[in-house]
């Protein structure tokens, strides 16, 4: 029944900081920013959502939305699809942006993996599809 992941969320205290990298640096489209409680971007044929865990929390207001409170803390971790030409483009990006590369491997099924930071401290890895037996889209 399920089909797929069609969100998939991180929290961050610092939705500008968040916004600069996501969107600057990984190049993602910005969907949405509601002042200091998200920001959403397109990634793929899903989106990702960026929450501030201090505003999420919240109960929603009687005229809102009936979207239950959620946050978590500390880091989550996030993995975008990608082919092993991109994860060169995004490595050679992330070194000129000063972004430390904390992993550059591959896995034992030969699949590529790069780990590094957002700025609240979310794993972000880059993956080659392979990883999971998946098939490159064209």
């Given at each position: 029944?399920?089909?797929g992941i069609?969100e998939?969320?991180?929290?961050a205290?610092d939705?500008d900081?968040a916004?600069?990298?996501?969107g600057?640096?990984?190049?993602?489209e910005k969907?949405?920013?509601?002042?200091?409680?998200?920001?959403?971007?397109?990634?793929?044929?899903?989106i990702?959502?960026?929450?501030?865990p201090?505003e999420?929390?919240k109960p929603?207001?009687?005229d809102?939305?009936?979207?239950?409170?959620?946050?978590?803390t500390?880091?989550?971790?996030?993995c975008f699809?990608?082919?092993?030409?991109a994860i060169?483009r995004i490595?050679?990006k992330l070194?000129?942006?000063?972004i430390?590369?904390e992993?550059?491997?591959?896995?034992p099924n030969?699949?590529?993996?790069?780990?590094?930071?957002d700025?609240?401290?979310n794993?972000v890895?880059?993956?080659?599809?392979?990883?999971w037996n998946i098939?490159?889209?064209?």
């Amino acid at each position: 029944m399920i089909e797929g992941i069609l969100e998939t969320a991180l929290y961050a205290d610092d939705l500008d900081a968040a916004e600069v990298f996501y969107g600057g640096i990984l190049d993602l489209e910005k969907v949405l920013r509601a002042g200091n409680r998200h920001v959403f971007f397109r990634c793929g044929p899903g989106i990702l959502l960026i929450f501030n865990p201090a505003e999420t929390i919240k109960p929603p207001p009687a005229d809102a939305l009936p979207v239950p409170p959620h946050g978590a803390t500390g880091p989550g971790h996030i993995c975008f699809r990608m082919t092993g030409e991109a994860i060169d483009r995004i490595r050679e990006k992330l070194n000129k942006a000063g972004i430390a590369i904390e992993s550059d491997f591959r896995w034992p099924n030969g699949a590529r993996s790069i780990y590094f930071r957002d700025p609240a401290g979310n794993s972000v890895e880059c993956a080659e599809p392979r990883l999971w037996n998946i098939e490159q889209e064209s």
